[in-house]
Structure formats: structure tokens, C-alpha cells
């Protein structure tokens, strides 16, 4: 690794660690009964972060989780299920609590977006990401729940679910929907598209679909070209700056010595 590029490396370190925290708590003052936040790259590769009340991993996803908020938590447990759907687990965080409901988030990987619906838990959707000239073509389709029985819950009937990407690059063409305006919205700050749809209709089957055209060369690259001619810029006028006045001393101490 260069000189030039670890200064950049390590910013956009913690620019990632930042959006993972945004997981834990929705920076837009949204609450979201079912949430999956998908952090592609321009190479196809992805994270996604699935955060959720108990309740609605089972309503949604068939999960067999004790829906009991009184007995204890055993992330191991989960993190093997989800193993042994065919997902690979980041990590399995701490339970949290909202409405008196435990939410749990669990963060998955994958070398290709295209082969993340074998990962059963999220298997509800399928994937298109097809890279071509000037332009990478996302489509996400989200389709029917398995409908698990999670019990009695304490749902008034607002709940909302979202789905969140998390866009690498500059983007050309969205179709986000969000229920506040029903209408086609705006990224949010770090690229971020969310579709939004009630938790009922979801349970429902009511299809999510999510299309996005981005440029094919990354904000980070992007960046770090921009950091890199930066530093090459300041460090070529430190040098001429330098030789300048090398060279005014010297014309002075010749002038002085004559």
C-alpha cells in the first residue's frame, strides 16, 4: 500500500464504521419494525445488516426463535441457524428493546449480490447487478414472507419495514418509494435509497420492487484520486516553495560575497 492512498484508506475506515452504527439506530428518526440495510460495492460485492424485532423475524422469515422477550438470548444459537441456511454471519449483535418488543441485528456477506438469496433467511428477494458501459444496473425484487406464527404482539398496525441500499456511487436513476409522501424521494445523506412499506402488507406479499442505475467507479475511488492529486498538488508548491527560496538565498549570499 502507497504512502498516498493509507491517509484516504483509514478515512473511509471510519466513514464504513460510521454507516454500520447508523444499523443500530435509524439516523432519520425512523423506526422500523423489520429493516435490511444493503451496503453494495461496485464490484457486486455486499453486506447486508438486518435489524429487527423478534416478532417480525419469525412473521416474516419463519425463523424458530423463542418469541419470549423474558427468556434469554443465545446469538450463537442464531448465528448457527442462519449457518446452516446457507448465510455467511459477520456477527450476531446484542438484543435491544422498543415498544417492549427485543430487536436483534445480524450482519451478512457476500463476494457476489447476485447469489444472496441462497441465504435463506433473506431469501425472499432476488437480485440483478449487471455492470455495462458507464452504467451498473441494480434490481431488487422482493417477494412473498414465509409466514411464521410469532404469537400475540403488541402491534398497533404502523409498523413500518424498509429496505435501505446504501449506493457506492454517484446515482443515475432510482425508483425509491416512502410511504411519508408516496412518492419518488431523494437520496439521503451517504447515498442511501430506502423503500418503505407497512409491515401488514408486507406480511401480506405485496411486492417490493427496487431499481437503481449508478456510475460504475466508486465515491471512494473517486475520492482517494481527489485526495491523491490533492497531496501531489500541496507537496509539488512545499518543493517549488522550498527551491524558491533556496535559490533567493543564495542569489543573496553571491550578491553579498562580490
Known sequence: MTRLAAPGL???????ALLFLSGCTNPFGREYEYEEQLYLAVDGSATLVVNSSIAALIALRG?????SSSTAFDADALRRQ??????????VGRPWYRHGRRFIQVRLSTDDIRTLSQCGPVGWSTYRFVPAAGVIDF???VGPPAGGNPGTVNWTGNEIVAFRVHVPSKVLFHNVRRLRDNSTGETERGNILTWE??????RNGAPVEMQIQMDPQSI????LWLFGGSFVAAVTFLGALIWWTVRKGRKRSANANR
Open 63 to 67: 425463523l424458530p426463535i423463542d418469541p
Open 10 to 16: 483509514r478515512v473511509a475506515s471510519v466513514l464504513i
Open 139 to 141: 434490481k431488487q425484487t
Open 220 to 223: 471512494l475511488y473517486r475520492t
Open 82 to 91: 442462519y449457518e446452516q441456511m446457507g448465510c455467511r454471519v459477520l456477527r
Open 197 to 202: 412499506q407497512r409491515l401488514a402488507d408486507r
